[in-house]
């Protein structure tokens, strides 16, 4: 019995990690659909979403009382916040005016930005071919990005930048479940979101949804609570090196979802560029778990 519940574990997690990649595709469809489609300010949108998500959490909240909110790390919780703040504002901003397909695999760069952060902020070894593997992700995100080409916009540089701080907010995530309940990271995150994004719509120029609006807003709000609460379970089940590279089905998610309701189609380029950060992606992903597994026999050998 315990062997079957011990392999159902990753499976679930692994599920868990495919159904938020589905749910932040619909996020990203109900977005474009309010921004590119409707015109709305970006900021409105993404204030209005989290509003509306956070709307989604409250039932969990009343039934919990403030109980569910007790932490013992109200620090990390507020780094997580500006970390994650900046990234949405910018993925908002970016989904505005640039296709899904090109969005998510520019996104796709954030384990590249995690090792030069690990670098520079918290002054680990990287070693070469692990350098090499962020050199390389970094190469596929220029082939998307084509910024040589006469078509180049600055607005395609708004996913990218929103990858780094999504790194930042990544990590702070593990920190958090290793002692806190995936619920209480995820309202923590809804509760300190909205009122910051409130601020930047209303500096903005704040819009009220209509019409369509409504549906698109209601829809991203519904989708962002399932997709932040299944990626925190799914972390909270299993080691981020096990589930991460089914995040990268994500891409093809966003593609089909984005092909369906807007008829974007990848040009060749996307689909080199994609599969050199996927790649790449996946070496780092393995070459971590090759770290954490030698780490963990040293300290038994010790021992």
């Known amino acids: 019995m315990t062997g079957k519940s011990g392999l159902h574990v990753p499976l679930i997690a692994a599920g ?3 159904l938020a990649g589905g749910s932040f595709a619909a996020v990203n469809v109900a977005i474009q659909t309010a921004t590119m489609k409707l015109g709305m300010p970006s ?17 969990w909240l ?26 949405v504002q910018l993925w908002g901003a970016g989904l505005a005016s640039v296709p899904i397909w090109q969005a998510i695999a520019l996104v796709m760069t954030s384990p590249f930005f995690v090792v030069v952060g ?6 680990e070894e990287v070693g070469f071919a692990r350098w090499a593997a962020t050199v390389f992700g970094f190469a596929g ?15 395609t540089l708004l996913p990218l930048c929103a990858a780094a701080f999504w790194a930042g907010a990544s990590l ?15 309202v923590y995150l809804l509760l300190l979101l909205t009122p910051v994004n409130l601020g930047l719509a209303v500096a903005d120029g704040f819009v009220l949804p209509q019409g369509l609006g409504i549906l698109a807003i209601a829809a991203a709000g519904f989708f962002t609570v399932l997709a932040n609460y299944c ?7 299993v080691d981020a090196a096990y589930i991460q590279p089914f995040d990268h089905l994500k891409l093809p998610l966003n593609v089909l979802f984005g092909w369906l309701a807007f008829h974007y189609a990848p040009s060749g380029p996307f689909w080199i560029g994609a599969l050199i950060i996927v790649g790449a992606s996946l070496y780092v992903m393995h070459d971590e778990r090759g770290r954490t597994d030698r780490l963990g026999s040293s300290i038994k050998g010790e021992a």
């Open 16 to 18: 868990l990690m495919v």
């Open 43 to 59: 900021p409105s949108v993404v204030f209005w979403q989290y509003l509306a998500a956070l709307a989604c959490a409250l039932p």
């Open 62 to 87: 009343v039934r919990r009382g403030l109980g569910g909110l007790a932490t013992s790390r109200p620090g990390l919780h507020a780094m997580r916040i500006v970390f994650a703040v900046v990234g």
């Open 118 to 123: 690990a670098r520079i902020l918290l002054r």
């Open 141 to 155: 995100a220029m082939v998307i990005l084509e910024p040589w080409s006469d078509g180049f916009q600055m607005a």
């Open 172 to 186: 702070l995530t593990k920190k958090l479940t290793a002692s806190e309940p995936a619920e209480t990271v995820t």
């Open 231 to 237: 990626l925190t379970l799914a972390y909270s089940r």
